[in-house]
């Protein structure tokens, strides 16, 4: 294994929406990828430091979050039924929880900032 060969997030769309990280606590013995289905999984790698790198957390926590959303079929569930306003909360509440994982990155509050913004609108 090469360090050139190392992706540290991959992200495809199709078939359907999938995350996944490189365990960056493992290298250089292993190359190994965690799966990102919801914004408790990227909570989780971001808390552990298993992702480093203040624009990689917050791509992990933005895309975690929109994943959850989108494909979750638990969270799909819970939102089902809410209007405009308790959508937002309950989304709020997840970013609440993500801003958790690393109370000092810069850059993950800024990103959930702008994530907040859009909901705003």
Known sequence: MTLSSLESLRYTK???????VLDQLLI????EYIEIPDVEAAWSV????QIRGAPL???VACLGLAIDINCNEKTKGEMADL?????KDFIQKKMDYLATSRPTAVNLFNALEEVNEILDK
Not at 14 to 20: A, F, R, V
Not at 46 to 49: D, P
């Open 57 to 59: 957390i917050a791509l």
């Open 83 to 87: 209007d405009g306003a308790k959508a």
């Open 28 to 31: 250089p013995h292993s190359k």
């Open 14 to 20: 199709t078939p359907s929406p999938k995350l996944e």
């Open 46 to 49: 971001i808390r552990k430091m």
